[in-house]
């Protein structure tokens, strides 16, 4: 078959690329296109610009008409998209908005006494630069009108712009009463500033609205009485930083929201300095735009976060005004007339963005209320906080300076990567501890790769971060080989474990295979039996023999050796091939994944948990709370296969202590940072309810696990709810000698005494004992009894050692003896040490009472296997370690 030339499959490629390019159905403006759909914008917004060159304080006065009233006072409106009257916006609300932000401003910020609303001093008591993340409560208030979308004529407002469908319910519309707001503030220390200075010549102090800055925000609002999902937008406007205040606004094709900015101000020198600040940033901007032919078209100040759709959808409009709250007298003092104070503050926010190792008293907080005005909507959204509401119910908006949120998240980091070290050093151990079949059969693999499922999310995760971070990058690639350690090492460890537990599945699969195929119904053809070929002593060459002719008996075989014939031994041959020719035949043996496959299904689940998690951060909080509480409730179950595990094989314990309590203590330490602590860098809401249910969860599970391993992994379970499986400590009677019951070695070790004591009895001497050792048994029984365990008067279970060993035997006997148990001795095989075994005597009244809780500690010091050996639970548990073979008769024993 000629093969294909490179050249030709690369063109068919660029085919191939280009018509899906042009089929694509995508209403983005082309490259060319772009220019002629964006050039009436531009003038449109270059003629806003003009009006907001040429008007002053005092043009726009929105307020009601007044009947009576001079000329000079009715209302005025600017020619600017949305701020006309016939464009019907809820302006009447204009000056109860300026109320609120004074009454935000007095309160958070109050001047000296005596001193008017906006003077303040020489000391600057807020934040100069608010780049920072705050989050807090909202309440919505109504305004004085009611605003519906039917009552706009966008086609008049914005003239020229094909709106999806005006006739709908607009985009960012809030209607329920409360909900939460995330604001992250991005404010430039090197952008453009404005200052007043020729008015300030005569004053003794600076206005506090004489610097102006030029600042973006975005918000990020969650409306708590409405199953609908967050809303993001994005916000322009000036920042005067000798006030602490902030005021901004949306700007959109029926909005020209940042032209008229300076009209909201509170007063006329902050209307003076945000206009000759906006003159210049914003003349700056559209002549960029005009000198670039072939640029953007879209709207430079757009308050859309996520990619904008080319058909315009209608929304609601904001203006939001922030008063920063000062910062505590712990920081900066008390004494406002100080002039070296004055600088106090600079000083500070220096030492954040460039760290000398200055002293400080700690890292303020940033505080800010929030008064937000939808004028084409109709109502308002106030921060929750004093002095209308308690500090209890909220504290306004509380966050972080951007350098302080930068630390904290780089410490996080750091602390999460000693984390993964720590779980990493625990794998390790737990790995020498599990280095042989056997002990990587008791193992679950669910529980281990619960585990490195986790891991793997976090190493994905950090690895994505590590592409996009700067100033994080380091931390972040620390985190990154920390995860990627843990998750190779961790997978290697699964490898294993999978590869020594095949066995295992594929007895497990057989089995279901067979009674898959017992019950199924036998086919016709299968149930019928094939006739037997009729048997003929007459030779090959004569004719068969009639059906009364009596029959000859057949000759006894006689067996040759393969090697002395030939054809016996083809004839075991085509018998070979017959026999694989009809197991082929058959249904095929069970086929068990691979680890590869298994590892591609961790892929695929690791990729959809992702992929939900990313869809759940724009579902509403509700659901997005349960979604997450599910996924740390699943993941922080990884005991339970375990448990299941340790049923199902009658193991007591697969891990170590230590590899238990650490792996419990560590994955919930990231989960107890996030749902405890309210200032942590998700701005997560904290719920300490759920978060001890958690805990109680995993230690639920812990102790579990502590309780299969005292009392056995099958105590208070009934059997038929369990395969059945040896038992290794099993209980040992005195009727059972008879019947061979007994281990080998017990019978003949020395017999039990024809006059046993009471329960009662108080004679405890060696001589009256049921057992009565042998000298060499007694000469060696000390380095048994020094770890003995006996229950002592209270119930609790001691051990011998000292001049107690003598003592701490008879307090056993007596309270075996109570329950109707005697002791017997053994050798054991591995250690060649006493083995004392409690057994139940045939004349106990309640035979019943050995499986109780005393017995259940009595038979933990023994282990006997199916082939009726007995030694010390340590010493076969130890011997397990490497050979699941008998030590006397090396037969293969069932794993723990």
Known sequence: MPTVPWETTRNWALVTFLFVILITNNDAPALITGHFSGASRLSRLREHHKILDSSKWGDFSPHAPEAGAPPWQAPKHLNLTGFREPDHYAWEDLAPFRDRCRQWSRHAYPPPKGAPDWEHGPVRRTWQNATGTVHGRWVRRAGSVVRHPKDYNLTAIAPGVDWADPDVEWGWNVTGSHGTILLRLVESADGVVYEDKETQKEAKYPHSGSLAREIIAIADIQDEDQPSPSFALRLHGVHWPRQGSILLTTTTDKFAGIFGLPHFAPAPEFYRTAKMLLNRTLDEVLTEKERVRFGDPGNPWTPVVEEESSVPWPRCEYIMYLQLHPLEPTYIGEDESDPQLATLIDHLENELRFPTGAPSKGKPDLRMSMVAWSPDCAYYLESKGPPLFPSVEGQHLVGLKSEVLLSRTKMWMFGFAAVLMAQLWLLKMQMKESNTPSTLGRISFHTAAMMLLADGLVFTCSSAWSLSATN???????????????????????????????????????????????????????????????????????????????????????????????????????????????????????????????????????????????????????????????????????????????????????????????????????????????????????????????????????????AQDVLGPRYGLPERWMPEVWEYHPVLREDNVEAGGLPIGLVSSGGLSEDHKGAGEEDSSPESSPVAPSAHAAARRGSWSLTSPFLADDGSWGRGGGGGVVGGRREREKELRRHGMALRTIDCAICTEVLEVPVVRADAKDPAAAGGLVGVFARRAYMVTPCRHIFHTKCLEGWFRYKLQCPICREELPPL
Request: charged fraction near 15%; glycine fraction near 2%.
């Open 472 to 706: 994080t990058f380091l931390p972040s690639l620390i985190l990154t080989f920390a995860a990627f350690m843990s998750m190779s090492i961790g997978a290697g460890f699964l490898s294993e474990i999978y590869k020594h537990q095949e066995p295992e599945r594929r007895r497990n699969e057989a089995r279901a295979n067979a009674a898959a195929a017992r019950a199924a119904p036998p086919s016709a053809s299968s149930s019928a039996p094939a006739p037997a070929p009729a048997q003929s002593s007459a030779p090959r060459d004569s004719l068969p023999l009639p059906v009364t002719a009596p029959r000859r008996p057949a000759s006894p075989p006689i067996i040759i050796p393969s090697d002395q014939d030939i054809d016996a031994e083809i004839a075991e041959n085509a018998a070979q091939s017959a026999a694989a020719a009809a197991a082929a035949g058959s249904p095929s043996a069970p086929r068990v994944s691979t680890f590869a496959s298994v590892t591609g299904t961790f892929m695929l689940l690791g990729i959809a948990v992702l992929i939900l998690t990313a869809m759940s951060l724009s579902w509403p909080p509700r659901a997005r709370a349960i979604y997450l509480n599910i996924v740390s409730f699943t993941y922080l179950s990884f005991w339970a296969p375990q448990i299941r595990r340790n049923v199902w094989r009658n193991s007591r314990r697969a891990f170590a202590w230590r590899f238990v309590l650490g792996q419990s203590v560590l994955r919930l330490l990231p989960f107890a940072y996030f749902y405890l602590r309210s200032d942590n860098i998700l701005f997560v809401e904290p719920d300490p309810a759920t978060f001890l249910a958690l805990v109680a969860w995993v230690w639920v599970q812990v102790l579990v696990l502590a």
